[in-house]
């Protein structure tokens, strides 16, 4: 979360590229003045000229501060006016709020990623924190949407021979998803010492979570990328909440075991 003296303050950032993901997906990448610092798990209030703000999650390495990449789809007008920019355009940006997410080898040294969709640039920060040297896991899967594709920006980390890479199936029903997990358990994977983080849309993600309960997995080490309306980013809309729960505050990335009620 930002201290007290920056919840609301507003840095100016100058678009230094666009890069055309897909049809509606664009990754922006940003200079903001006097750099931007995050930590996986956070996220940042992006405002765009004339349309206003928006939040949206960084698909950049944490340890780079001197500029920030966002990768977006466009579903509205903020989105929308973001597709337009060009480089040399100015965006304000605000934060990082939102709770860092810090994966401990040492009480389960295993990791894996499951994403589809927008996710696959979501996942991006915690890939490259998992990959820094910091974090000593002893398996590292990435289960990823067959038809999706990572950031184009050029500064991906190499997974070859780091990452388990794996293709999620298409979801066609709950036979199709607990296929999916077996998969998963089948390829070396421990339920009983291995954290699971879901990036995979509200929907899959709950059909997801529920498929791992029932194939052993702890609900305290279920991760699910949780997205809600966000306008305030600080807890004073209401309009993020998740049963008793600010995701603005205390996710996005929530723990399975703090959700009540994973269809509200």
């Known amino acids: 979360m930002a201290s007290s003296k920056t919840l609301f303050q507003v840095k100016k950032a100058v678009v230094e590229r666009v890069i055309r993901e897909t049809p509606d997906t664009r990754s922006i990448l940003l200079r903001p003045e006097g750099g931007f610092s995050f930590r996986p798990g956070q996220f940042a209030m992006v405002t765009a000229p004339d349309a206003g703000?928006?939040?949206?999650?960084?698909?950049?390495?944490?340890?780079?501060?001197?500029?920030?990449?966002?990768?977006?789809?466009?579903?509205?007008?903020?989105?929308?006016?973001?597709?337009?920019?060009?480089?040399?355009?100015?965006?304000?940006?605000?934060?990082?709020?939102?709770?860092?997410?810090?994966?401990?080898?040492?009480?389960?040294?295993?990791?894996?990623?499951?994403?589809?969709?927008?996710?696959?640039?979501?996942?991006?920060?915690?890939?490259?924190?998992?990959?820094?040297?910091?974090?000593?896991?002893?398996?590292?899967?990435?289960?990823?949407?067959?038809?999706?594709?990572?950031?184009?920006a050029g500064d991906n980390p190499d997974f070859s021979g780091t990452i388990d890479v794996m293709r999620l199936e298409e979801s066609s029903g709950n036979d199709s998803v607990m296929n999916q997990v077996g998969s998963l358990t089948r390829s070396g994977f421990h339920a009983e010492h291995g954290s699971v983080l879901l990036f995979c849309g509200q929907k899959e993600n709950r059909i997801l979570s529920e498929a791992l309960l029932r194939s052993g997995f702890r609900p305290e080490c279920i991760f699910l990328w949780t997205e809600r309306k966000m306008s305030c980013a600080i807890g004073q809309c209401r309009h993020c909440t998740v049963d008793h729960l600010y995701v603005c505050r205390e996710g996005p990335l929530l723990p399975m075991s703090g959700l009540r009620n994973l269809r509200g």
């Open 53 to 152: 703000e928006a939040p949206f999650a960084p698909s950049s390495s944490a340890e780079k501060t001197d500029t920030v990449r966002f990768t977006v789809r466009r579903v509205g007008s903020v989105t929308s006016r973001i597709h337009a920019l060009k480089p040399g355009d100015i965006v304000g940006i605000r934060g990082p709020y939102g709770k860092p997410f810090s994966p401990e080898p040492q009480t389960d040294p295993e990791i894996a990623f499951l994403c589809r969709g927008i996710g696959m640039a979501t996942v991006m920060p915690f890939l490259c924190a998992v990959l820094s040297g910091k974090n000593n896991f002893t398996k590292i899967a990435l289960w990823a949407d067959p038809a999706g594709e990572f950031p184009k």
